[in-house]
């Protein structure tokens, strides 16, 4: 019979050397840039009550929330399947300062379904968040922050995609659309599913030029002329999708100014994780690479169940994800192989030669495998009183 | 109405400004120093399917564990309670070296009970292992590792408790005791209630002299005396309960040499992790600290039930509770506040300032606080064509 107690669930992957040094080296150069931006590290715990996990996300996460029962009280508890929400409670409850909050996290996710993040169910979820103010300018050093995040990965030639869900919303508003009405056309719109979306919008009996605007959102995706365009198709929509479309000239804009190497495109049918976000969304991505690396936007408010509503925005990826995409680079690590004694002055020479950072790997008695087979191009050797390291010849 | 969606369950926590930096370095140095060991990074999945977490480490493991269903294929899987079945799953199938294997890691678990670690039901396990060697020197070389890693968490003091399964269970063997009865006379070991054990031992059955010898073991704990009077009281046990003895005389004969200045215990009915340990076992301790802080022993074969048996040693705690318990410094971190302004020489100044691993935090228009209320001693002034870092004054 054969032995298959090493598989691994779909969706599920683990990490062996030396890969996984390679990815911690991604990790700690990622978290160490983000400190040099302000953001304090973060790290909130693998489950949460059901509750707490859930609240004013909607409904998407719950489907993706993996459930457990509390054996102590018999509460659900989840595991966690984004971060965000739980940094939100971390904004609202437990730092009260007044003053713009930037917090940072890694941290492993678990999603029932492979439909995220290059299929993974078990993403490391990294990102950054900017609590306490509302203006362009912390969604410019989100975006900011992301760009030099998939830099840092080696990932080349990214761009980025941006979109606003204040649109949609005003349109939707206009139209009268129930709530399942606007769900409906919701999921029609992110699989661009012209004819559906036709059908749908037809048939809710809305006012035509309403209806028309609506249709017309799934064709507004492209280059920066799709502002020029969404001026003139929705001329008719009431304010705030006039603001939204503001913000994001106003952003690319200044996008443009700080990173003119960055191509920017824009897709107003583009409204990842709507339910909690409230404003310019954005994703990045790379030719070739065929998923979203990084995703992020606007999200005021969201810590309103936690008790204080702010403006907020922020971004985040799958660090697992990125380091296999990009270029990270493995270092072959090399070492001095000990021989196996315990003399004082061997054991000495040995702790000294680790503080300065060397590898140094003991011979074990009677082992298998020499210096090479060991990893190590170099060896201790006894010369007079004194070991010396020295090359494997 | 009270606003409660912020509260953990029982067990469960996170680590917040300033203390998840400082967790985050100590990690870090601990990392760092296992690879200056040799020992290689390794990273296993949260999740697994149940039976590949749980073959071979017997029933405690499965009452800890969180069972979760895969929607994918209605399958059981579990959120790992333990990483060390999980690194003998990847020394066994997926690195097929004959040589020694050397192999750390540090990630979250989930317990679904609070009693283990300080009651943490999410210890962020840390952990060592060496594969692939039979003898006291592998046993050795983990103990100093165990010791130096609580020497890294800045933890005083530390003193080690010596035991060894063989013995218990070649006594029970010798006593022809059913899993049943072992079961229950190793709990009341555990719990070293001595009326307990004499009432179980006397109802076995056992010929006399072999009952003796079981009620023994629980005064068989103290100083270095112990193994002499074990020697004694043990006399007419079978040959591996000797051997056990000597392995540990071996063993702590060893580390005095190398480490004159740690403490040894010995506690002969200390059993922990019985199920999957087959020699030696032990604990790490501090005056004061009323907790295990680090734990590990050998256990040989661990990886057998998936395809490969082999000699395995090594040590995990619980990195939180090291940081909580040790005397890590928390850094005061300062950093450097830049004006609100996107002029291409300030872009460039915070730029360069970031590279050389500087703190700038961006004031962002129209914000509340000031430099001091960011936690920044110095800002970005321009004087002249030049921004300059002045103090704040």
Redesign the interface.
Known sequence: ME?R??????????????N??A??RLR?AL???Y????Y??????????L??LL?GTGGDLDLKT?K?T????G?T?G?RADITP?VA??D????R????T??CYC??V?N???DDFGGSR?PLQLGAELY??A?V??EL?ILCLMLETLECAAIPEVYLDLGHVGIFRALTRQAGLTPPQEMALFDALQRKAIPEIEGLVAGFGAEAQSAAMLSALAGLSGGPEVLERARVSLSAAPEPAHEAIAQLEHLAR?MS??RPDVQVHFDLAELRGYHYHTGVVFAAYAPGLGTELARGGRYDDIGR???RARPACGFSADLKLLYRLGQSEVEH?G?IFAP?C?EPGL?QRIREL??Q??????A??????DAR???CGETLEKQGMEWIVAPVV
């Open positions: 032995n107690h090493w598989l691994l669930p779909e969706g599920i992957d683990e990490v062996l050397p030396p996984a040094l990815l911690e700690r978290l160490d840039r400190g040099s931006w302000g304090e590290l973060v790290s909130p715990p693998l489950i949460e009550y509750e707490s609240t993996f457990l509390d054996q102590l009280t509460r508890m595991v739980q409670r971390i609202a409850h437990l730092l300062a007044g003053h713009p930037r917090l941290g492993t678990l029932t379904r492979n078990s306490g103010h203006g300018e912390s050093e200044q100014r700080r169940v936690f008790g690590q070492g196996a315990d054991v680790r503080e950072g060397q590898r140094v790997v003991c074990l008695p009677g082992q298998e495998g087979a060991m990893g």
